[in-house]
């Protein structure tokens, strides 16, 4: 990451909020998604902010990963939504830098696991039309690498 978004990023709290779910954020009804994704809308609860540190340290690796989401953050903590804006789009076009993804073609029996304390996820709504079946397993206790050989 830039060395000046580590200076902005440091020690601060970035604000959440439950966009779209809630009232201030909900999109227009006419363009609300439907069909293959089902989502709670007009909740007010919603749109209450909590503060999250902007920057989390992986409880095992050690290592600092971004916690701002481009969809539910609004703004950064002792900072306007029109003053983190640009800082917000800034992190987001870094995140999403080729070189940072992972996209795969799912075929049957296609079994993904990840680490989800340091993963942005994206969902590619296109598989409107087909059956889409996950399971998610959550593991507790400290993972181990097991290196075949």
Known sequence: M???LRVVLDGRDAV???KPHGLKWAPPMETRMTGAIKIIR???KADEKRFHPAVLVHPVTGRRSIYVNPIYVTQLDCMT???SRPILDRLR???I???FFCRFRWTAGTIAVWDNYSTLHYAVNDYAGFRRLMYRAT???RPIAVWPG
């Open 81 to 83: 939504e029109d003053e």
């Open 42 to 44: 007009d909740d007010p």
């Open 97 to 99: 830098r080729p070189e």
């Open 2 to 4: 830039p060395a000046d």
């Open 16 to 18: 959440h909020v439950g």
């Open 93 to 95: 076009a870094h995140c």
């Open 139 to 141: 593991f507790s206790g």
